[in-house]
Nanobody, 121 residues
Framework: QVQLVESGGGVVQAGGSLRLSCTASGRTFLAMGWFRQAPGKTREFVAAVSWLNSLTNYAESVKDRFTIFRDNARTTVSLQMNSLKPEDTADYYC????????????????WGQGTQVVVSS
């Protein structure tokens, strides 16, 4: 059974940092990443990383603030979030798929249950 399990969410003040992690079991992926969904909004792409060559893809809204990285065993992906803003408040979902360059949720076949991030102003 394939599982993606997230950890690391929480409450932080604006300007602070959090690190999310996601561990995959049951299979490895060519790409892993993160999406988020704020209350009343659609799910949006955050970042993804290629397991083949570590190339990364970021949404413009998080570029230069968030960093995605993975371990060599291809089972854990992390998202370091710095300079957090209230608009970063959302449920964050770990995803697994084949193409790190894709930003459509439908391009990722496997999803974690989500972890909540709340940024207070």
């Amino acid at each position: 059974q394939v599982q993606l399990v997230e950890s690391g969410g929480g409450v932080v003040q604006a300007g602070g940092s959090l690190r999310l992690s996601c561990t995959a079991s049951g299979r490895t992926f060519l790409a892993m990443g993160w999406f988020r969904q704020a209350p009343g909004k659609t799910r949006e792409f955050v970042a993804a990383v290629s397991w083949l060559n570590s190339l990364t893809n970021y949404a413009e809204s998080v570029k230069d603030r968030f960093t995605i990285f993975r371990d060599n065993a291809r089972t854990t992906v992390s998202l370091q979030m710095n300079s957090l803003k209230p608009e970063d408040t959302a449920d964050y979902y770990c995803v697994g798929g084949n193409y790190y360059s894709r930003r459509d949720p439908n391009d990722y076949d496997y999803w974690g249950q989500g972890t909540q991030v709340v940024v207070s102003s």
